[in-house]
């Protein structure tokens, strides 16, 4: 059996983290301000940062598949041998799109950082889930509500993302007049 000063410890540390959780809720959906507000545009340059890598690793495909021996030009023309060198600018050319390639990876992981904070500062558990699987998985809206289950749509999810968004505008829109005034 255990002693009364152990179970009454135990209780203590138990309210302790109930109302440690309480105020969290509390902060969290009180008038605490989100520092970390960001725009649907913001949210979606993953995407788009995706998409310009896709575009330079085929730019980087194109390059390594490319022939640096060149048939000979028959033009009459006397041959004046110049100071190109073909093969080296192939390398720096190569070198710079991995460089640009590799930039873009680490905006991303920047990107992706900020997201997962302002995610973690929304209220909603659903409307979380539904931002991080479209703006930082890239899912297509049909695979965010089939990822969710339930009886989530595709309509449903793009809905409760468009009212969440069309909510923060407001509210901001509503702090920054209380500011001016």
Known sequence: ??????MSSTHTRRKAKAEAALKGVIMRSGSRKRVNEMTKEELSQIYY???EIIMWQKELSKLE?????????????????GISDKT???AIEKAEIQAII???????QVQRKRIMEYINDVDDSLTRQIIYLRNVS?????????TIGGNNTEDSVKQAYK???EKQSKLSHMSRSRVLI
């Open 138 to 146: 890239c899912m297509k809206w049909r695979e965010v509500a089939d």
């Open 49 to 51: 940062l995706n998409r």
């Open 65 to 81: 598949s490319k022939s640096l021996i060149k048939g000979q030009d028959f033009t009459g023309m006397p041959f004046i041998p």
């Open 1 to 6: 059996m255990r002693s009364k000063h152990h």
């Open 88 to 90: 080296a600018n192939a």
């Open 163 to 165: 009212r969440f968004f």
């Open 102 to 108: 590799q930039g873009k990876l680490t905006e991303i």
